[in-house]
């Protein structure tokens, strides 16, 4: 199975791109890259509050991907782990509080004998983020401002379960929780986040 175009990775699974990667295909990478591209980039900024750590995250947990594509275990689903990845990069950059160094993004690719390519080039593309499409909607901002001021652990079980549809089972195994853990955050960042927005937002109302 080989992937020459964009077109020929519509019908294949995260899964078997990661798989065509391995191989050395490193246009299956950059399918990944561009299929999540967008969606993980909203789960970042809206984690960490800041649309340049988002970017440099987004980078890194792609980075983290490449790293141990190998070692993924392909019956598993992709989408979970990659979210894993990211969700764990946003609480180490809250924690540290600055940029992790990003030396190893020029570091040359081992994977398709593609000399000269690095890491940073296989992650930028030809397009850059759409950040006109991110921030076209004048609420994105206002929930990213309420979302900010949520405890960490009550914002990232709202983003995984709201934002971006993961099931209770999922979320749990993503932090290594129990599931009625889970269900309990849910309520109870729901209930935060409605306190947030209507005092900040339902006051001049």
């Keep these: ?55 440099d995250l987004f980078q890194e947990a792609f980075l983290q991907v490449h790293l141990s594509a190998d070692t993924f275990d392909t019956t598993r689903r992709f989408r979970p782990w990659l979210f894993t990845i990211a969700a764990n990069k946003a609480r180490d950059h809250l924690r540290r509080n600055h940029r992790r160094q990003a030396a190893r993004l020029s570091a040359p690719l081992d ?20 950040l ?13 401002r309420v979302m900010a001021q949520m405890p960490e652990h009550l914002r990232e079980v709202l983003l995984m379960a709201y934002f971006h549809q993961f099931a209770y089972k999922q979320i749990a195994q993503m932090l290594d929780i129990p599931l009625g853990t889970v269900k309990s955050r849910l309520h109870a960042a729901v ?15």
Excluded: C
């Design 191 to 205: 209930a935060s986040f409605a306190e947030l927005w209507k005092r900040k937002y339902e006051k001049s109302a």
């Design 132 to 144: 006109e499409e991110v921030e076209r909607e004048e609420t994105r901002e206002l929930v990213r």
């Design 111 to 130: 994977k398709g004998g593609e000399e000269g390519r690095t890491f940073a080039d296989l992650i930028a593309g030809d397009a850059p983020v759409p």
């Design 1 to 55: 199975m080989a992937l020459d175009t964009p077109k020929n990775n519509a019908g294949l699974t995260d899964e078997q791109l990661l798989l065509l990667y391995r191989g050395g295909q490193t246009q299956a990478f950059e399918a990944l890259v561009e299929r999540y591209r967008l969606e993980l980039f909203h789960f970042l900024i809206r984690f960490v509050g800041g649309r340049a750590a988002a970017e």
